[in-house]
Every structure is written in C-alpha cells, then in structure tokens.
C-alpha cells in the first residue's frame, strides 16, 4: 500500500510539474500580446486625455483591448466591427436618454433596438453585441446626453491605436506555420512506423494505439491552419512584415496536401488494424515502402525546422514512386489498401516540394 501511495503521489507530481510547464508556455507565447494590450490601452486613455481633454476616457482602452483580439487575422475586422457597434450603441443610448432618461426599462428597451438595428443592418455578432453593451452602458452611466459624444469619441481613438498597434507584431507569427508543419510531419512519420511495427508483430493493441496515434494528428493539423491564416493577415495588414509575404505564402500552401497526406494516413493505419484483426498478409514490400516512407517524413520536417522548404526531398519521393509501381500485389484487400494509400500519401508529399497536382501525379507512374 505504502509503494502504491508514493506512485500515485509520484505521477500526481509529475502531472502537476506538466500542467505548470504548459500554464508557463502558454503565458510564454501570449506574453508580447498582453504587453501589447496593455500599453495600447495605456495609450489610448492618455491621448483621449490630451486631445479630448476628458479627465475620464473609459470607453478608450476598453475599445483598444477589444480590437486588438485575441486573432491577428481578426483584428482589423474586429477594430472595424467595435467602432460602428459603439457608434450605433451610443447613438440609440444617446436619443433614449434625450427623451426618457435612465432606468431599468429604457435600459431594456433600448439594448433590444440597438441589437436589432445591428442585426437588420448585416452586422456580425461582435457588432451586435457590442451595440447592445455601449446602449447600456450609456443609459446606466450618463444621464446627460452631451456626455455620451464624449465617449464615442473615446472609443474612436480606442480603436485608432488599437489598429496601429496591430501593425507592430513579433516574427513568432511568420516561423508558427513552418514550425508546426514540421510537427505534422513528425507525427505523420511517427503514426506510421507505429502502423508498420503493428503489421510486422501482428499486435492487435499496436495497430489500435497507432490508429489514436492517426486521429490524434487533426489537433495539430487544426492549429497550422489557423497559424497559417493569421502569418498571412500579418504579413498583409503589418507594412513592417510585408516583405515576408512570398515565404509565409509557401508555408501556408502547405496545409492543403499535408490535410489530404493525413486522411490517407489515417484510412492506411485504420486498414493496417483491420489486416492485423484478420491476419491479413500485407507483402514485405509495402511494409519496406512504410519505413522509408517514414524516414523521408523527418528529414522534410528537419529541413522546414531549418527554415527551408523541403525540396531536396523531392528525389526520393520520386524514387519511392517508382518503387511502388513494381510493388507486389497482396491477395488480401488490406495490403491493396496499404499500398494504395502509400501512393496516395507520396503524391500529397511531392506537392510539398513546390510542386502542383498533376506534376506530383505524373510521378507516380501505374503499376506494373
């Protein structure tokens, strides 16, 4: 009892000290952004003060936090969307305290006009919420309609810094895509040597921990596809990135045949478990076109972690392709689906090297 008692305290540390590690990473890689936020909302509240002369410009670091967002591919549109949803807000807050002051019923009224107008005008749901909140507020909080002008000129300079301050972004962004490309890679390489040792031992518990392995894999793919959409709003909305535009381009042409790479992945992994379930031969070949294929993974991925598009694996892919052509065929229809998708996979990876479809195809010639 007393040795099960120290393992479980044991891995119960060992959870804590990785749960700390991911808090820290995850502070790490939002640090520049809240830095960001808070001098922008600093900013905002000063120049509000000096330009305005209003003592107290709450509305101007409030709006400043919105825009900036959490997503830099938003940010312009969020900037866009909070300015015309306080504008809108203030104007319906504004005529209701003219006419019928403040209380709880106007404070009703008025949020369900300012949505509904912000709905009937298109907006999104940033926008339509944020006219109801700034109706609210400026029924709640002023009383006197002269003051509510103050403040949307407030959140006005808000947003104008705020969409400045997006303009000046790390390079993290730009490196995110290729870095994470890499891990794909990686992963791909790991799920299907896994899947070729499952094959090889005839382990039924392998193959079914190799296909997790394969599913697992739509995390990471998920996450290049946002850090792809959010390098490029940078290097499109930031003139001090936009040098940068060609090479973050080539990154995220990569998420497209590294999706369809994966789904051939995992429906080879998933046949891979049925051939072991039914002791299916799946031929020595297609099992040696696995590893290799594997270890052309990791040198792309190693050669994207150096900063490089993976071209120099363009021969052995095409030396694979041909491999594959003279491949024996299985009797078994897992080893035909095996080796189907192993052709399929090399054609999405040649896609990797620079080139188009039909030139990937065109290297993958027929079975003999």
């Not at 870095?179 to 090889?200: K, N, Q, W």
């Not at 909305?237 to 090479?247: C, D, N, W």
Request: proline residues 4%.
């Amino acid at each position: 009892m007393k040795l099960r008692a120290f393992d479980v305290s044991e891995r119960t540390a060992r959870l804590g000290r990785r749960s700390l590690k991911e808090r820290v990473g995850r502070w790490r890689s939002r640090a520049f952004f809240i830095v960001q936020c808070a001098v922008t909302a600093g900013a905002a509240w000063w120049l509000a003060q000096q330009l305005l002369g209003h003592p107290m410009p709450f509305f101007a670091p409030v709006a400043s936090i919105i825009c900036l967002g959490f997503t830099f591919g938003n940010r312009l549109r969020r900037g866009i969307e909070v300015s015309i949803g306080v504008a809108l807000g203030v104007f319906i807050g504004d005529v209701f305290v003219t006419l019928f002051g403040s209380g709880f019923w106007q404070i009703t009224i008025v949020v369900v006009l300012a949505m509904s107008v912000a709905t009937l005008l298109g907006a999104g749901q940033l926008l339509i919420i944020q006219s109801g909140v700034q109706s609210a507020i400026i029924i709640g909080l002023s009383a006197t309609p002269n003051e509510s002008l103050g403040r949307w000129l407030d959140a006005v300079i808000g947003c104008v810094v705020a969409l400045l301050a997006a303009t000046i972004v790390p390079l993290a962004p730009l490196r995110r895509p290729r870095l994470l490309a890499a891990d794909v890679l990686l992963d791909m390489a790991a799920t299907l040597t896994a899947a070729e040792a499952a094959l090889r031992q005839n382990d039924t518990e392998s193959a079914d921990a190799a296909l997790d392995q394969a599913r697992a894999g739509e995390k990471n793919l998920a996450a290049l596809n946002e850090a792809a959409a959010e390098g490029m709003a940078v290097v499109r909305y930031s003139p001090f990135r936009r040098r940068h535009l060609p090479a973050v381009q080539a990154y995220s042409d990569l998420h497209e045949p590294l999706d369809r790479a994966n789904r051939n992945l995992r429906v080879l992994v998933r046949r891979s478990a049925v051939g072991v379930w039914r002791h299916e031969e799946v031929p020595r070949s297609d099992l040696e076109l696995m590893t290799s294929l594997a270890e052309v993974m990791r040198a792309m991925a190693a050669q994207l972690a150096d900063r490089h598009l993976p071209t120099e694996a363009r021969a052995q892919l095409a030396e694979l392709a041909e491999a594959s052509s003279h491949a024996k065929l299985s009797g078994s229809l897992s080893g035909v689906v095996i080796l189907a998708q192993l052709r399929s996979m090399i054609a999405d990876l040649l896609q990797l090297t620079g080139m188009d479809y039909v030139e990937a195809r065109a290297l993958v010639p027929d079975m003999d």
